[in-house]
């Protein structure tokens, strides 16, 4: 049983998908679920469409992470109301990756108002790829951290290892029933 943490936001270090990222790894790691952490800031891919887009080496690495993958658990900045294009990039081009997998969603927000932006991106993958959609997920704004990058507020971290949990739990199930 592995999970992929997927962090899709490109700013700085301490952008606030990554801060989601390195928690939930955090919790995992700690429960000794097998996790990897893929901040794609450091595997640039190719703009799905273009002529490279499904040759490119870091777009066979990111799907063999996927496709690697018993569940995975993405952590996407929400821009105008959805998840970031970065995200639905990856996706695109790790597509067949994603079949049957379990995916658990880590939001951060600007305000909330876009609390259910993650919808459309969940019920693609639900009709596209047949993954199973935690029915938890977490959805962050700028007053869950702190200055220096730490989860600020305790409700958020343990929904964070709420859903992380639950991502890992429903993956091994998922798995299960497969085999």
Same mark, same amino acid.
């Given at each position: *049983?592995?999970?992929?943490?997927?962090?899709?936001? =490109?700013?700085?270090?301490?952008?606030?998908?990554?801060?989601?990222?390195?928690?939930?790894?955090?919790?995992?790691v700690a429960?000794?679920?097998?996790?990897?952490? =893929?901040d794609l800031?450091?595997?640039?891919?190719?703009?799905?469409?273009?002529?490279?887009?499904?040759?490119?080496?870091?777009?066979?690495?990111?799907?063999?992470?996927?496709?690697?993958?018993?569940?995975?658990?993405? +952590?996407?900045?929400?821009?105008?109301?959805?998840?970031?294009?970065?995200?639905?990039?990856?996706?695109?081009?790790?597509?067949?990756?994603?079949?049957?997998?379990?995916?658990?969603? =880590? +939001?951060?927000?600007?305000?909330?108002?876009?609390? *259910?932006?993650? *919808?459309? =991106?969940?019920?693609?993958? *639900?009709?596209?790829?047949? +993954?199973?959609?935690?029915?938890?997920?977490?959805?962050?704004?700028?007053?869950?951290?702190?200055?220096?990058?730490?989860?600020?507020?305790?409700? !958020?971290?343990?929904? !964070?290892?709420?859903?992380?949990?639950?991502?890992?739990?429903?993956?091994?199930?998922?798995?299960?029933?497969?085999?």
């Open positions: *049983m592995s999970v992929l943490v997927v962090s899709s936001g =490109l700013g700085s270090p301490k952008t606030k998908s990554l801060l989601l990222a390195r928690e939930a790894e955090r919790v995992l429960d000794g679920t097998p996790v990897t952490l =893929l800031r450091e595997l640039t891919l190719p703009l799905c469409g273009t002529q490279e887009s499904f040759t490119h080496p870091h777009t066979a690495r990111a799907l063999e992470l996927v496709a690697a993958a018993d569940a995975i658990l993405l +952590c996407t900045p929400i821009y105008n109301y959805d998840a970031n294009a970065v995200a639905k990039n990856f996706i695109e081009l790790t597509g067949k990756g994603w079949e049957n997998k379990v995916v658990g969603f =880590l +939001c951060a927000a600007g305000g909330e108002k876009s609390f *259910m932006s993650v *919808m459309p =991106l969940a019920n693609s993958l *639900m009709l596209d790829f047949r +993954c199973v959609i935690v029915p938890r997920f977490v959805y962050a704004t700028g007053s869950a951290f702190a200055a220096d990058g730490a989860i600020a507020h305790p409700d !958020i971290a343990g929904r !964070i290892a709420q859903c992380a949990r639950a991502t890992a739990q429903l993956g091994a199930a998922v798995k299960a029933l497969l085999q």
